[in-house]
Each structure stands twice: as structure tokens, then as C-alpha cells.
């Protein structure tokens, strides 16, 4: 067994053939608690190999998989992932579909604490939904929105920073 606290594999071109063999020796850390797979080209296949391994990992409270190729289901099932802290899931595949379910475990979640989620693409009703569940969050101290177009999302872009205007700690 490994005792790895931190895997760092960002910027590496990892496919979900990659990341399958990364999974396997993922298995055998019983300590690892955060992983940073960014600037990849992990797709939905990949990620949800991921998923899988990293579920049953207890200590685990930190992905870095932004700027790859998420989207669906598999995105809202990184949210899942307990006791997860920390989130980043800039430059993904964040569409419409997914900031429901989203939205709905920043409600439930009570261990997530930090999530960046810019340069994705969003809708006016996304960015209000988005907003009910951020602010119902009562644990989030960190929220990185960056070029996500607020101007364009009008009253959803509003929305976003309502829900933000109330928390004392972010």
C-alpha cells in the first residue's frame, strides 16, 4: 500500500485510458486526500472511473479536474464524492442540465467548502438555480465564478451574487 497524501498529474494529455491505469494505483493509497488531474483530456468515461475508485476513500477532500472533457451526469456526481472540500470544475462542460442537481447538493452538502466553477456556460435560469442552492449552503467559505458572463445572464447573474451577499465567511 502507498502512503500518498497528494497526486499532482495536471498538464499531462492523461485520456480515460490513463486514467484508468491512475485509478488502479489510486486504489492502493489508503492516505490520499487530494488529487489534481487538470489540463487533461479526461472525458465522462475517465471521470466516472474516478468517481468509482475515489468514493470508498475516506480521507479524500480535494479534486482539481478543471479544463477537461466533463459534462452530464458525471459532473453532478463529482459533487457527490464525501467528504469532498474542494471542487474545481473550471473550463468543463457546465451546462443547464447539470446546475439542478448541482444546485441540490450545495444544499445537502455539508462538507463542501470551496468550489471554482468559471469559464463555464450558463443560462439565465442556470445562474438563479445556481443562487437557491448557494444560498442555502451553509458551509462554503470560497466561490470562484470567474468569466462566466454575468452581464448576460441579467437577473440570473443577479441571482449568483444574491445568494452570496448574506455569507459572513465567504
Known sequence: KQSL????????KISSI???KICEFIAMCTTLEEIQLSNNEIDNEGAKQ??????NKTRFSNIDIDNNK???QTLTDLFQLLPLRNLNLIKNVLTDEQIGPVSK????????????????????????TLGE???????LTDFFFTHN??????????AVLQSLANKKDL
Do not use: P, W, Y
Not at 50 to 55: D, E, G, M, N, P
Not at 133 to 139: Q, R
Open 5 to 12: 497524501h497528494v497526486l499532482s498529474l495536471s498538464g499531462n
Open 18 to 20: 490513463g486514467c484508468k
Open 50 to 55: 474516478l468517481i468509482q475508485v475515489l468514493k
Open 70 to 72: 466533463i459534462s452530464g
Open 105 to 128: 447538493t450545495l444544499k445537502e452538502n455539508t462538507n463542501i467548502q470551496q468550489i471554482f466553477m468559471s469559464h463555464n456556460r450558463m443560462s439565465v435560469a442556470a445562474m438563479q
Open 133 to 139: 442552492g448557494l444560498k442555502e449552503n451553509k458551509v
Open 149 to 158: 458572463d454575468l452581464q448576460a445572464g441579467g437577473e440570473g447573474g443577479l
